[in-house]
């Protein structure tokens, strides 16, 4: 008889658990951002780049802007891993964003 009962009660417990387990609170998965060294630039709506290498993408929006490429191609890596989108300057045309492609 007290087989019977240490098995009945584990067997309680276990399936409170699985019913415990069962009711915990959905969470949103974090999105999914694809790194493939590859962005988008744009100077203010006007897109000039699309799925641009990131060396590419860095050279173009340094040149515009008239600053160095190596922190814009920092900013680029940055942008690729995040799915961020960064402003490198402001021109008069508008802003010179890089953003994910």
């Known amino acids: 008889m007290r087989a019977f009962t240490k098995a009945t009660a584990g067997a309680v417990f276990a399936g409170s658990l699985l019913f415990a387990g069962g009711m915990a609170p959905a969470t949103a998965a974090p999105p999914i951002?694809?790194?493939?060294?590859?962005?988008?630039?744009?100077?203010?709506?006007?897109?000039?780049?699309?799925?641009a290498r990131i060396g590419v993408a860095a050279q173009v929006a340094a040149t515009i802007c008239g600053v160095k490429v190596g922190p814009v191609a920092v900013l680029a890596t940055q942008v690729d891993r995040s799915g961020a989108t960064a402003t490198v300057c402001t021109t008069d045309q508008g802003p010179v964003t890089i953003s994910q492609n």
Not at 37 to 49: F, H, K, P
């Open 33 to 51: 951002v694809v790194q493939d060294g590859l962005v988008n630039v744009s100077v203010g709506d006007i897109s000039i780049l699309n799925d």
